[in-house]
T-cell receptor, first 114, second 117 residues
Framework: AQSVAQPEDQVNVAEGNPLTVKCTYSVSGNPYLFWYVQYPNRGLQFLLKYITGDNLVKGSYGFEAEFNKSQTSFHLKKPSALVSDSALYFCAVRDILGNTPLVFGKGTRLSVIA | DGGITQSPKYLFRKEGQNVTLSCEQNLNHDAMYWYRQDPGQGLRLIYYSQIVNDFQKGDIAEGYSVSREKKESFPLTVTSAQKNPTAFYLC????????????????FGDGTRLSIL
């Protein structure tokens, strides 16, 4: 079975500071990992994905994520937060074996304070 | 522009009534999905379809039904058997891998918010 945990319901960070949103996953084999962002009353927007290769993945809007196989983690990061980054962030996983839908975490609300 | 269109944006259901949420995509994707979003619970999979005329139940299919008669359309019916239908419903689509899993992201519509009158 596949699962995703986002241990923090809420993350608060000051504008200009680095931000980290945590994600850990569980799959039987190897994972495909994704990060999405959701603004109020909108659908999810894709930010970045890890398939294979370099453990540091760069995505949209200056976000990046680091894949750590030994810790089964895929934390989302940004060097300098903007107020406009305030939103709900979802991590998702899919096992590379078997053709199944993405499994999503419960989401982390990021609040960037000016 | 290619994308996913969900309609209506807001929908109200009366007691004992079935309602249908529309989802149309012009991305030429084979797979389509319906999720339910409740505060603090993330996204929960209702139904998904990987090919026309075929679909599978997700984690919370009870009280819902779907059809997939056309590649671009995947409507969701919330039946009167669904006792707690108030939620934000999201439709998504993606390419389907020839074998194994697709490494492509799912694309989402902007959702339908369903409330009980």
């Amino acid at each position: 079975a596949q699962s995703v945990a986002q241990p923090e319901d809420q993350v608060n960070v000051a504008e200009g500071n680095p931000l980290t949103v945590k994600c850990t996953y569980s799959v039987s084999g190897n994972p495909y990992l994704f990060w999405y962002v959701q603004y109020p009353n909108r659908g999810l927007q894709f930010l970045l994905k890890y398939i294979t290769g370099d453990n540091l993945v760069k995505g949209s809007y200056g976000f990046e994520a680091e894949f750590n196989k030994s810790q089964t983690s895929f934390h989302l990061k940004k060097p300098s937060a903007l107020v406009s980054d305030s939103a709900l962030y979802f991590c998702a996983v899919r096992d590379i074996l078997g053709n199944t839908p993405l499994v999503f975490g419960k989401g982390t609300r990021l609040s960037v304070i000016a | 522009d290619g994308g996913i269109t969900q309609s209506p944006k807001y929908l109200f259901r009366k007691e004992g009534q079935n309602v249908t949420l529309s989802c149309e995509q012009n991305l030429n994707h084979d797979a389509m999905y319906w999720y339910r979003q409740d505060p603090g619970q993330g996204l929960r999979l209702i139904y998904y379809s990987q090919i026309v005329n075929d679909f599978q139940k997700g984690d919370i299919a009870e009280g819902y039904s779907v059809s997939r008669e056309k590649k671009e359309s995947f409507p969701l019916t919330v039946t009167s058997a669904q006792k707690n239908p108030t939620a934000f419903y999201l439709c998504a689509s993606s390419t389907k891998a020839d074998r194994g899993s697709s490494n492509q992201p799912q694309h989402f519509g902007d959702g339908t918010r369903l409330s009980i009158l």
